[in-house]
Nanobody
Framework: QVQLVESGGGSVQAGGSLRLSCAASARSLSTYDMGWFRQAPGKEREFVTAISWEGGRTTYADSVVGRFTIARDEVKKTVSLEMNNLKPEDTAVYYC?????????????????WGQGTQVTVSS
């Protein structure tokens, strides 16, 4: 069983930056594709970005291209999400996810393991 724990959320003004981290307990993430999703109040959980198990492929939602960067560190067993030039519409709970997917996939159904989420609030 893979347990994922997100950290690094907080409150920031528009234009600011935050770095989220997802740590795995008890097991390496090296064979999993990893994704970040977010859910704003009253909205569906949506795809943000994902990275393949070997780190060679990434995919991003159009809304975050050029602002967010996903990376993985196999030694530390973590996956990070660097978020720059944050906008109020980025406000949401951000979730880390792990799964065996294709490409990697932006589909929620492709991910088997989920963290509890971390809140990101961006004020204007």
């Amino acid at each position: 069983q893979v347990q994922l724990v997100e950290s690094g959320g907080g409150s920031v003004q528009a234009g600011g930056s935050l770095r989220l981290s997802c740590a795995a307990s008890a097991r390496s993430l090296s064979t999993y594709d990893m994704g970040w999703f977010r859910q704003a109040p009253g909205k569906e959980r949506e795809f943000v970005t994902a990275i393949s198990w070997e780190g060679g492929r990434t995919t991003y939602a159009d809304s975050v291209v050029g602002r967010f960067t996903i990376a993985r560190d196999e030694v530390k067993k973590t996956v990070s999400l660097e978020m720059n030039n944050l906008k109020p519409e980025d406000t949401a709970v951000y979730y880390c996810a792990a799964g065996y997917t294709v490409s990697p996939t932006p589909r929620r159904s492709g991910y088997e393991h989920w963290g509890q989420g971390t809140q990101v609030t961006v004020s204007s």
